[in-house]
């Protein structure tokens, strides 16, 4: 009972970083496709501004993610990170230097500075969860089992490739969404309806690359394609769908502010789907979650301590988010710094 109970709030914070981790990477692979210098420089300075005050405060998801796997699951941790230990290192090293590229380019003096670490930045955003993607499929279509070796097929298979490419698209939808919604709160009016359309864009590529993702899993992960077409699977699969529709409706319309809700959902109906699918699988069909589970006491010890992270991370991450979605986060200007100044009481 207590390792299902685990099973679900590792579920659970995989879609917190799938949405809350994918819209930061979304913000980069839009920066990727912005164009040249002159192009790029207004699509990019909405990014720099929408992203600085919350940036990277999303990788708590994937800290929570890693210390439930090798704390609750540490076969299923083993059995990851043998098996897929060179995507998951180009996706850390992808986090690094995302990270590391975004805080630098700002700050750098020289024009040829800025334009590397900002390819930097970008390039990492699209790799990084392409890599956490295929890792996916891999355990998803039943690649990792004991008797698996760290080999190319392990990843580099059907269901991971258009894992890593749903990956990709999920983060591009939720990126421009937040985005268009940002150009507003910026009274950028141009960039509202420039996101607003690669948004479009983008869920149509997703909603393709599902149905042909579910097509593929038929013959190549049967046990999760069963899974996503019947019972709880096919629930949150149809609430993916209608999240989908919403998002694209709520984006058509003038302002299109609410179209983050649904798009949130739709990448956090998937995950869930996936999850669901898999059951009563970690990794179909080798490895069940009572097997995985580690020893009861220490189950029984990180519920509590989940109990707790989410008590104090959750409020604190949605009272940031509520802060920077109505402006109250904004950077000080010169003339907040002058004497007398908007920043100083008078």
Known sequence: MIAGVIAVVLLLAVAAYACGGGTDYGAGFWDLTAGGAERGRRPRWLIDHAMEPVWEVNNVWLIFVLVIMWTGFPVLFQRVFTTMWLPLAL??????????????????????????????????????????????????????????????????????????????????????????????????????????????????????????????????????????THGVGLFFVVVAALCTLATAWLLTRSSGALSRVPAVGVVASAVIAWGMAQRPYLVPTSLTVAEGAGAHTTLRWLGLVSLVAVVLVVPAVALLYWLDTHGELEGLTDADLRPGGAGEES
């Open 91 to 228: 996706a850390a090293v992808g986090i690094v230097l995302r990270g590391a590229g975004f805080a630098l380019r700002r700050p750098a003096r020289r024009l040829s500075g800025r334009r590397l670490y900002g390819a930097v930045f970008a390039v990492s955003s699209l790799l990084t969860p392409f890599f956490l993607g295929a890792a996916a499929g891999g355990v998803a279509s039943g690649r990792v089992t004991s008797a698996a070796t760290a080999s190319t097929d392990a990843w580099a298979n059907p269901t991971s490739l258009l894992f890593g490419l749903l990956a990709v698209a999920a983060t591009a939808v939720l990126g421009a969404v937040f985005l268009a919604a940002d150009a507003r709160r910026f009274a950028a009016p141009d960039l509202h309806g420039y996101f607003r359309r690669r948004a479009l864009g983008a869920l149509a590529v997703l909603a393709v690359l599902a149905v042909i993702t579910l097509v593929v899993t038929h013959g190549d992960a049967p046990h999760v394609w069963h899974g996503l």
